[in-house]
């Protein structure tokens, strides 16, 4: 590159430097940044820069003056991200289970690289790893960008669909014939990825995990008007507890011991509405009976148990007898 064009964007490459190499702990000397502009084959002298900033701080970018020994620095404090911000969103990545082990490290490396260097350093020093049990699928972020460009275009799409073997191979559904679904939304749900497709031919709710779907299609046709209609159906879809692992749709009412209010709220939302009745607890709540469900109900033994409608209450007495007996 030309000297010349160097020159024009030599305010940019300063804003970037500072804000990926400093912050209030570790400033960058006049001196030092006039060294690392010269590296990128741009001028610069030590009388110019402060005039650089100045013109900087004119246009809103905020540059910190300070002092280093007896050398005036500078350095960028107000970021996008805070530091438990980005620590948040890694702690997040690492447990998400649908992200690969190559795709989470990764990801990792670019949010800790939103708080700058040193602070990258700190994040990643500190990093905890977890004991999750990561999906192999790499082609999850490529699948994630297909779906997301049908939903922006409002077109249907097409994809291979699997299971796994006892061997972890994977068995594609259908003869390997491709499904062709209206997508309404992604949806991230107990640790996993999903696409909320509606059907107009059967008005009925269908999910598909993304990490089981291969070669990933956007497809020309438009989705139809009554799938464009039916957004109101994400919300009160997630808001069901295991509405994911399919199942009969009921609203029942628990009893619960008072232990278990955690694990009540922690299920079905802060919203629900909880009242106490002698020495237990009750809520009612829409769920989908599945064996999801079943498996977390019975977690709590008799602490917890459904006590309407009748219908709920028999397949409760029925599924607990072949759990206990």
Known sequence: MQA???????????IEILRQDSDAENPI?????VSRLKALNISSERRTVAKDVAVLNEQGYEVLTTRR????????EDRSFSVPEIKILIDAVQAAS??????SAELIDKLADLGGGHRAEILKGNLVRFNTRKHRNESIYYNVGYLEEALQKKCKVSFLYFDLDLNGRRVYRKNRERY???????????????????????KDVVVYRIDRMELVKTEDEPICKTTRQRQEIVGKFTSEAFRM?????????????PQLIGSVYDRFGEDISIYRDGDALYTTV???????????IFQFGNKMKITAPESAVEK???????IFE
């Open 69 to 76: 020994g007896k050398e005036k620095a500078y350095y960028v």
């Open 316 to 322: 409760f007495q029925m599924q607990k007898g072949l």
């Open 4 to 14: 010349k064009n160097c020159q024009k964007i030599k305010l940019l490459k300063i």
């Open 245 to 257: 692992y399919g199942g009969d749709e009921e609203r029942v009412t628990l009893r619960f011991d």
């Open 286 to 296: 829409n769920i989908q009976i599945s064996p999801t469900f079943w498996g977390w």
């Open 29 to 33: 000397t006049t001196e030092e940044l």
């Open 180 to 202: 062709i679904v209206e997508p309404v939304a992604l949806i991230f749900s107990e640790e996993n990825y999903y696409l909320l497709t509606y059907s107009p031919k059967h």
């Open 98 to 103: 649908f992200i690969t082990e190559k795709k």
